[in-house]
């Protein structure tokens, strides 16, 4: 576009004031906020400039406050959707990190609405009638699951590394193996959540091998703890040596050394019968001798958000009394939740129907194809622009939890004809409610083992409106 006609269109854009007093928008100042609606203005004029400065398509109806009233209304409610909202996880991945790891079981979504519309016994005693700990409310579920001596729990793992390390270390030196210093996920290091905890570490070993003389040969008089890192987010493989926990157990108890296992994802059932092996349980962690025992509440135990802490009494009751534990303490909407769900492994069965984590890794592929079917007919019924296609694929578990391992799975693999596939994409990813996907081979991958049952209509609608903002 040449200048000049730049300059013309873009000396056509209406004032603002203009379209605060037109007609055309006296519906949406009666409906919305008048500082919302102003604010929706201003972006519905700024989208128009950017489009003339892109040298798109413009047309003389662009300019009309009735045409600009339809942008308007799109901004504002824009601007009045919660930024945080539901989307639809066709990825696969399971345990996603960025799209909030582990969703809840309806139970304890239920316990949160309950205990967030009133008043609850969070830290009183209804038998005494006096102060109690917040943390009863789980405690003895935990031991009863795992087996330990005693339990507590922080708002997340890293909290509760970041706790025991500070109460066992602080000033001290804690022994762990190069190959199991982890990054966690945003960038945050086992080395930096110890650094900040006022332990020091020394590490022993190489990155592939590490032998139990290294451990011996490290301890001295500043050595608070020993400390083993599940890598539940990679694997190394080939000429690798590791000291299992069962042995480091053994060289902790020669010194007198407490040993501290974090695991990370937090696994209470064993997985081995869907194909999944290798990922220790906590039951199992401390039946090896751990003294302190560490997990996610919201990995593979497929809980809300919290960092578990159990082990022997005298060490869990010396990490309860840090001052330091105020400020990682869990909320009541938290534990309401993460009570809930641990109720559920009560009855191993009912954990793995009623626990949505388990549920979507335990899913047999006929159930699999069957839904990836329905979900093509649902598609193809209301629009005929798509090539659609049921595709075998593998599906993961995610949240740092098997990271070798791939769940097979069905797809839909779905290609726009003579399209743009990152269009549709964004398309899916931009709609409402949105839907995260995947690209592969040049299309949009629809995995089913994460799309619930009931969410079939809503994603074949939302591809009918891809496809259509497409054309546009």
């Excluded at 519905?44 to 662009?62: Q, T």
């Excluded at 270390?169 to 650094?195: H, K, Q, T, Y």
């Excluded at 006929?366 to 209301?382: D, G, N, T, V, Y």
């Amino acid at each position: 576009m040449a200048s000049e006609e730049l300059a013309r269109w873009l000396k056509r854009i209406p004032k603002v004031d203009e379209l605060i007093a037109s007609e055309e928008l006296a519906p949406l100042f009666a409906s919305y906020p008048r500082r919302v609606v102003i604010e929706g203005i201003r972006r519905g004029l700024e989208r128009l400039r950017s489009l003339i400065k892109e040298g798109r398509r413009v047309e003389e109806a662009f300019f009309a406050p009735s045409f600009l009233s339809q942008w308007v209304e799109e901004e504002v409610r824009r601007i009045l959707s919660p930024s945080l909202r539901k989307v639809i996880n066709a990825t696969g991945v399971v345990i996603h990190t960025n799209l909030g790891r582990a969703p809840l079981p309806e139970e304890a979504i239920g316990r949160i609405v309950e205990v967030a519309r009133g008043y609850s016994n969070l830290e009183y005693d209804l038998e005494e009638g006096r102060r109690g700990l917040r943390y009863v409310h789980v405690e003895e579920l935990l031991l009863e699951l795992t087996g330990a001596e005693a339990a507590m729990v922080v708002n997340n793992n890293a909290g509760a590394v970041l706790l025991v390390l500070n109460t066992l270390a602080e000033g001290r030196e804690v022994i762990v193996s190069r190959g199991e210093l982890v990054e966690i996920g945003g960038a945050f290091r086992i080395p930096d959540v110890m650094a900040r905890s006022g332990a020091r570490l020394r590490e022993v070993g190489t990155t592939n091998r590490t032998h139990p003389r290294d451990y011996e040969e490290a301890i001295g008089e500043e050595t608070a703890l020993l400390l083993k890192v599940h890598t539940s987010n990679y694997r190394i493989v080939g000429f690798t040596s590791d000291v299992p926990l069962k042995e480091l157990v053994e060289i902790g108890r020669r010194h007198g050394i407490p040993v501290m296992h974090d695991l990370g994802s937090g696994l209470l059932v064993d997985l081995s019968p869907h194909g999944l092996r290798g990922e220790p349980t906590a039951a199992e962690s401390l039946t090896q001798g751990a003294d302190v025992v560490t997990f996610s509440g919201d990995k593979l135990l497929g809980g809300p958000q919290a960092g578990i802490v159990l082990g022997r009494k005298e060490i869990v009751e010396r990490v309860r009394r840090n001052p330091l534990n105020r400020a990682l303490r869990i909320d009541k909407l938290t534990l309401a939740a993460l009570e809930a769900t641990l109720r559920l492994y009560l009855d191993e069965g009912k954990a793995m129907e009623e626990i949505p984590v388990l549920r979507m890794i335990s899913l047999p592929l006929p159930l699999l194809r069957r839904k990836a079917l329905r979900l093509k007919r649902l598609i193809l019924r209301s629009n005929r622009d798509l090539e659609v296609e049921v595709v075998r694929d593998n599906s993961r578990v995610g949240g740092g939890a098997f990271p070798v391992h791939e769940l097979p799975t069905w797809a839909v693999a779905v290609r726009v004809k003579g399209g743009d596939v990152e269009g549709l994409e964004e398309g899916l990813r931009k709609g409402e409610p949105p839907v995260v996907a995947r690209i592969a081979e040049d299309r949009v991958l629809l995995d089913l083992r994460t799309i619930a049952e009931e969410e079939l209509p809503i994603v074949a609608q939302a591809l009918r409106k891809a496809v259509q903002n497409l054309k546009v």
